[in-house]
Nanobody, 122 residues
Framework: QVQLVESGGGLVQGGGSLRLSCAAS????????MGWFRQAPGKEREVVTA????????YYADSVKGRFTISRDNAKNTVYLQMNSLKPEDTAVYYC???????????????WGQGTQVTVSS
Protein backbone atom coordinates (compact mmCIF):
# COMPACT_ATOMS: atom_id res chain seq x y z
CA GLN A 1 0.00 0.00 0.00
CA VAL A 2 1.41 3.38 -1.02
CA GLN A 3 1.58 6.14 1.54
CA LEU A 4 2.65 9.77 1.33
CA VAL A 5 4.05 11.21 4.55
CA GLU A 6 4.68 14.94 4.89
CA SER A 7 7.10 16.50 7.34
CA GLY A 8 8.75 19.84 7.99
CA GLY A 9 5.78 21.95 8.97
CA GLY A 10 5.82 24.23 11.98
CA LEU A 11 5.60 27.77 13.26
CA VAL A 12 7.67 30.48 11.61
CA GLN A 13 7.73 34.26 11.66
CA GLY A 14 6.69 36.22 8.62
CA GLY A 15 9.55 36.51 6.17
CA GLY A 16 11.00 33.20 7.29
CA SER A 17 11.46 29.91 5.48
CA LEU A 18 10.38 26.31 5.81
CA ARG A 19 11.11 23.21 3.79
CA LEU A 20 8.46 20.54 3.53
CA SER A 21 9.21 16.97 2.53
CA CYS A 22 6.90 14.29 1.22
CA ALA A 23 8.22 10.76 1.40
CA ALA A 24 6.45 7.99 -0.47
CA SER A 25 6.54 4.44 0.73
CA UNK A 26 5.33 1.25 -0.88
CA UNK A 27 5.75 2.24 -4.52
CA UNK A 28 7.88 4.55 -6.62
CA UNK A 29 6.57 8.02 -7.45
CA UNK A 30 8.80 8.30 -10.50
CA UNK A 31 5.99 7.79 -12.99
CA UNK A 32 3.66 10.36 -11.48
CA UNK A 33 3.24 14.09 -11.38
CA MET A 34 3.33 15.32 -7.79
CA GLY A 35 1.86 18.38 -6.15
CA TRP A 36 1.35 20.37 -3.00
CA PHE A 37 -2.03 21.66 -1.94
CA ARG A 38 -3.05 23.69 1.09
CA GLN A 39 -6.18 24.33 3.06
CA ALA A 40 -6.64 27.27 5.39
CA PRO A 41 -9.36 27.30 8.07
CA GLY A 42 -12.74 27.97 6.53
CA LYS A 43 -11.40 27.80 2.99
CA GLU A 44 -11.36 25.22 0.25
CA ARG A 45 -8.29 23.18 -0.50
CA GLU A 46 -6.26 24.83 -3.23
CA VAL A 47 -3.37 23.72 -5.39
CA VAL A 48 -0.10 25.49 -4.65
CA THR A 49 2.42 23.88 -6.96
CA ALA A 50 3.09 20.76 -8.99
CA UNK A 51 5.95 19.06 -10.75
CA UNK A 52 6.00 16.70 -13.69
CA UNK A 53 7.07 13.08 -13.28
CA UNK A 54 10.54 13.86 -14.66
CA UNK A 55 10.96 17.10 -12.77
CA UNK A 56 11.36 19.01 -16.03
CA UNK A 57 8.18 21.06 -15.68
CA UNK A 58 6.94 22.93 -12.65
CA TYR A 59 3.75 24.86 -12.01
CA TYR A 60 2.97 27.51 -9.40
CA ALA A 61 -0.07 29.37 -8.18
CA ASP A 62 0.31 33.11 -8.66
CA SER A 63 0.17 33.62 -4.90
CA VAL A 64 3.42 31.70 -4.33
CA LYS A 65 5.32 32.30 -7.56
CA GLY A 66 8.83 33.53 -6.84
CA ARG A 67 8.66 32.47 -3.19
CA PHE A 68 8.06 28.71 -3.28
CA THR A 69 10.07 26.06 -5.12
CA ILE A 70 9.00 22.47 -5.72
CA SER A 71 11.53 19.75 -6.45
CA ARG A 72 11.75 16.00 -6.42
CA ASP A 73 14.28 13.24 -5.99
CA ASN A 74 12.89 10.11 -7.59
CA ALA A 75 15.78 8.02 -6.31
CA LYS A 76 14.74 8.92 -2.77
CA ASN A 77 11.03 8.76 -3.60
CA THR A 78 10.65 12.22 -2.11
CA VAL A 79 9.16 15.56 -3.12
CA TYR A 80 10.14 18.85 -1.51
CA LEU A 81 8.59 22.27 -1.11
CA GLN A 82 10.95 25.11 -0.24
CA MET A 83 8.96 28.05 1.07
CA ASN A 84 10.67 31.43 1.41
CA SER A 85 9.42 34.89 2.33
CA LEU A 86 6.49 33.34 4.13
CA LYS A 87 3.43 35.46 4.85
CA PRO A 88 0.66 35.02 7.43
CA GLU A 89 -1.72 34.22 4.57
CA ASP A 90 0.38 31.13 3.81
CA THR A 91 -0.87 29.62 7.07
CA ALA A 92 -2.62 26.35 6.23
CA VAL A 93 -2.40 22.60 6.34
CA TYR A 94 -0.19 21.55 3.46
CA TYR A 95 -0.91 18.30 1.67
CA CYS A 96 1.29 16.30 -0.64
CA UNK A 97 -0.52 14.66 -3.54
CA UNK A 98 0.14 12.20 -6.32
CA UNK A 99 -1.66 12.58 -9.60
CA UNK A 100 -1.68 14.00 -13.09
CA UNK A 101 -1.54 17.64 -14.15
CA UNK A 102 -4.24 17.83 -16.80
CA UNK A 103 -4.19 21.52 -17.59
CA UNK A 104 -2.78 23.74 -14.88
CA UNK A 105 -4.15 24.43 -12.32
CA UNK A 106 -6.32 21.34 -12.84
CA UNK A 107 -4.68 18.36 -11.13
CA UNK A 108 -6.30 14.93 -10.88
CA UNK A 109 -5.22 13.49 -7.55
CA UNK A 110 -5.39 9.80 -6.71
CA UNK A 111 -3.43 9.79 -3.46
CA TRP A 112 -3.16 12.29 -0.59
CA GLY A 113 -0.82 12.62 2.32
CA GLN A 114 -2.14 13.29 5.81
CA GLY A 115 -1.04 16.94 5.83
CA THR A 116 1.33 19.07 7.85
CA GLN A 117 0.50 22.35 9.57
CA VAL A 118 2.32 25.51 8.56
CA THR A 119 1.70 28.58 10.70
CA VAL A 120 3.19 31.95 9.84
CA SER A 121 3.05 34.64 12.51
CA SER A 122 2.94 38.32 11.74
Amino acid sequence: QVQLVESGGGLVQGGGSLRLSCAASGRSISGYDMGWFRQAPGKEREVVTAISWSGAVTYYADSVKGRFTISRDNAKNTVYLQMNSLKPEDTAVYYCARGVVRRWPKVDVDLWGQGTQVTVSS
